[in-house]
Antibody
Framework: EVQLVESGGGLVKPGGSLRLSCAAS????????INWVRQAPGRGLEWVSS????????YYADSVKGRFTISRDNAKNSLYLQMNSLRAEDTAVYYC???????????????WGQGTLVTVSS | SSMLTQPPSVSVAPGQTARITCGGN??????VHWYQQKPGQAPVLVVY???DRPSGIPERFSGSNSGNTATLTISRVEAGDEAAYYC???????????FGTGTEVTVV
C-alpha cells in the first residue's frame, strides 16, 4: 500500500524556519517525482514545489521561490521542504503528493499524505 | 501561469446529476485532472487525463474537456459525494502546477 507520512509541522514565528519531512513506503520512491501542495485554513489547494526522481529538476511556486528549498534522499525514501523567512501567509496544511504522468502527458497526483500543519504567528 | 475558475458551490438533490465546470484559456489543449476533498481529509484523485478514472472510483464520476471549459460530472449523486472538488492542470509554459479555485458540492 502506498503511504506518504508528513511530519515537522508546528508553530513558528514570522521570519523563522521549519523543515518538513515526508516518509514514503509501499512503492519505489526513487522512481517518482514528488510534490508539496499546501492548503491555508478554509482555502483551496496551492501547489508549492516539485522535485524529479534524482533531484535534477526542481520547480517552485512564485510565492515561495527563494525562501523554500525542496530536496529528497532516495536512500531514506524521504522528501524534505526547508522553509525559511516564513510569513503569516505560509500558514497551511502541507501535503506531499506522488506525481504520475498520464497518456496525454498531463501530470497529476495519485497519492497524498495526510498533511502536517504549519502555523506562522507571533 | 494559467488561472482555473470554478463555481464556488453547486447544490444537487440525491439521485440527480452534478456538473462542475473548470474554466481556463484554451484548457481543452491541456490534460485536466480532478480531486475530491472531504473536510479534514487529504484530496483524492477521482478523474485524470480529462476523463479516466483511477481504480476504485465509481463510474458515476466522469469528465470532459473542450475549448475553454472542462467539466466533472457526478451522476446519481449520493450523500457521500458531498465534498470540495478541485480541477488541476500542469502549465508546461511556466513549469507550474495549477489548481482550480474549488467547488463545494452540497447534496440537498
Amino acid at each position: 500500500e502506498v503511504q506518504l507520512v508528513e511530519s515537522g509541522g508546528g508553530l513558528v514565528k514570522p521570519g523563522g524556519s521549519l523543515r518538513l519531512s515526508c516518509a514514503a513506503s509501499g512503492f519505489t520512491f526513487s522512481s517518482y517525482t514528488i510534490n508539496w501542495v499546501r492548503q491555508a485554513p478554509g482555502r483551496g489547494l496551492e501547489w508549492v514545489s516539485s522535485i524529479s526522481t534524482s533531484g535534477g529538476y526542481i520547480y517552485y511556486a512564485d510565492s515561495v521561490k527563494g525562501r523554500f528549498t525542496i530536496s529528497r534522499d532516495n536512500a531514506k525514501n524521504s522528501l524534505y521542504l526547508q522553509m525559511n523567512s516564513l510569513r503569516a501567509e505560509d500558514t497551511a496544511v502541507y501535503y506531499c503528493a506522488r506525481e504520475r504522468v498520464g497518456e496525454l502527458q498531463g501530470y497529476y497526483f495519485d497519492s497524498w499524505g495526510q498533511g502536517t500543519l504549519v502555523t506562522v504567528s507571533s | 501561469s494559467s488561472m482555473l475558475t470554478q463555481p464556488p458551490s453547486v447544490s444537487v438533490a440525491p439521485g440527480q446529476t452534478a456538473r462542475i465546470t473548470c474554466g481556463g484559456n484554451n484548457i481543452g489543449s491541456k490534460s485536466v485532472h480532478w480531486y475530491q476533498q472531504k473536510p479534514g481529509q487529504a484530496p483524492v484523485l477521482v478523474v485524470y487525463d480529462d476523463g479516466d478514472r483511477p481504480s476504485g472510483i465509481p463510474e458515476r464520476f466522469s469528465g470532459s474537456n473542450s475549448g475553454n471549459t472542462a467539466t466533472l460530472t457526478i451522476s446519481r449523486v449520493e450523500a457521500g459525494d458531498e465534498a470540495a472538488y478541485y480541477c488541476q492542470v500542469w502549465d508546461s509554459g511556466s513549469f507550474h502546477c495549477v489548481f482550480g479555485t474549488g467547488t463545494e458540492v452540497t447534496v440537498v
